[in-house]
């Protein structure tokens, strides 16, 4: 009979535990801001593709987009920003303004969503996040820093708003590319 080494069995134990870490890490990995949504199913969450914001060479913040299903054109989508400078709110509302002007939303119904985001979003610091969570047929709730903020209960304007990182004609195609990429299926 052939004895194993004492420290095999603590590699093989290692090597077991790190791989039952690593197949939970996904779902430990899911900020609660896109956990926490009525009608979806935490387990229906994934991690699609993430992502860079640079302008003029500067870094404005990572972006992941989480999907509840196979198909980011009709599923519940979470797109979460993790800002790597200061903007005050008031900033993060223009921008959103002009982006869904410029790839055509009502212009009649801007003023209306440019005064709730304005309600919705804070002045962000390094670090902060924002999360917005798109229910199709619903609209768009927004957390910051994983805790609620208000919603934005109209549908049209949720397509608009997540139009300007999905578009086709995204400002940034390259973080377009990079967060519509599907998670990979194990092989």
Not at 11 to 24: E, F, G, I, K
Not at 164 to 174: A, M, N, T, V
Request: with cysteine; hydrophobic share 45%.
């Amino acid at each position: 009979m052939h004895r194993r080494a004492p420290w095999r069995h603590a590699v093989t134990a290692a090597v077991a535990a790190c791989a039952l870490l690593c197949a939970a890490a996904p779902a430990l990995a899911l900020p609660d801001a896109v956990r926490d949504n009525p009608g979806v199913a935490p387990g229906a969450w994934t991690r699609w593709g993430s992502g860079e914001m640079r302008w003029l060479g500067i870094a404005l913040y990572q972006a992941t987009l989480f999907v509840a299903g196979n198909d980011a054109g009709e599923a519940p989508l979470a797109l979460r920003l993790e800002y790597r400078r200061d903007i005050p709110g008031a900033r993060l509302v223009q921008a959103s303004m002009e982006e869904m002007r410029r790839l055509g939303a009502d212009p009649a119904r801007l003023p209306e969503w440019e005064a709730q985001l304005q309600r919705l979003f804070p002045d962000v610091q390094k670090g902060d996040t924002i999360t917005g969570v798109r229910m199709p047929g619903q609209g768009v709730r927004f957390f910051h820093q994983d805790r609620l903020r208000g919603e934005l209960a109209d549908a049209e304007f949720g397509r608009w708003f997540f139009a300007i990182w999905l578009h086709p004609d995204s400002r940034s195609p390259g973080l377009r590319s990079q967060l519509l990429q599907p998670p990979r299926k194990p092989s």
